[in-house]
């Protein structure tokens, strides 16, 4: 599902979701994603305020297509308060052999249910969410793509990427040495290379081979970034909750 999709084939004419009327029901939308044709149209679960686009006939979504059935984001089930990506973002990187849930989280969040849906807490969870809004959107207060840098979104990281940031990346060629691990981003129009740097060899070790071994497809990675002073914008990877290998291929 997608919370927003577009009039037009061209993609120049964007509706958001919670913004459409009984006049937009039945009425066919184009996928936000330029590669795929799906069929849009406006569905609702409980009224306009969770009112979202979703797939219907043919054609329907290409294979792993990000606003598809794979991204398992639902308005319904999800709860936005409560939400800060920094400390989402912070809890993710936690060395900790227990599970942990943000500190925003604590009073009503139990196994990641809260009261009147889940808030994101996971990499896949955020990442499923920002792909369905639009990135100029913001969820609890926060714009999408402040907190999702990707293709629609580079423009917004003018002096690099700094801070709690999930990222979607593609690897490098050259994809790594004896404690580094090196993709680049956005996936369409590369800007920033980027250096996954790892103190837990072990760890080092087991991220190397998945990602040597899914070098055709989108990596998802949040982390803390910083830059390295030349080229490279920087975070250390203490856990494998900071990176997820998405089935969708370059």
Avoid at 31 to 41: D, E, I, S, V, Y
Avoid at 73 to 100: C, W
Avoid at 103 to 119: A, F, M, Q
Avoid at 176 to 194: F, Q
Wanted: charged content about 30%; some cysteine; glycine content about 6%.
């Amino acid at each position: 599902m997608s919370m927003y999709a577009y009039r037009d084939v061209n993609r120049t004419k964007r509706v958001l979701a919670k913004e459409t009327t009984e006049r937009d029901k039945g009425v066919r939308h184009y996928c936000p994603n330029l590669k795929c044709g799906a069929r849009m149209f406006v569905r609702s679960y409980d009224g306009e305020s969770k009112s979202f686009f979703a797939a219907s006939g043919n054609p329907g979504h290409i294979e792993h297509c990000p606003y598809g059935s794979e991204n398992r984001y639902n308005p319904e089930k999800t709860k936005e308060e409560g939400f800060d990506s920094d400390d989402a973002i912070r809890n993710l990187m936690a060395v900790t052999s227990q599970k942990k849930v943000c500190k925003t989280d604590t009073k009503r969040l139990v196994g990641g249910v809260s009261e009147g849906g889940v808030i994101p807490h996971t990499i896949l969870q955020i990442y499923d969410m920002c792909k369905a809004h639009h990135y100029k959107d913001t969820f609890n207060g926060q714009t999408i793509g402040h907190i999702l840098l990707d293709s629609r979104s580079v423009d917004m990281y003018q002096n690099g990427v700094l801070g709690y940031r999930v990222i979607e990346a593609k690897c490098r060629a050259y994809l790594y040495d004896h404690e580094n691990i090196y993709l680049e981003t956005p996936i369409d129009k590369v800007k920033y290379n980027l250096k996954l740097h790892f103190e837990d060899r072990a760890l080092y070790k087991r991220l190397e081979n998945v990602l040597y071994n899914n070098k055709e497809h989108v990596i998802v990675i949040a982390g803390k970034w910083k830059s390295t002073g030349d080229v490279w914008f920087a975070t250390e990877v203490v856990s494998d909750r900071q990176i997820k290998v998405l089935k969708q291929k370059l």
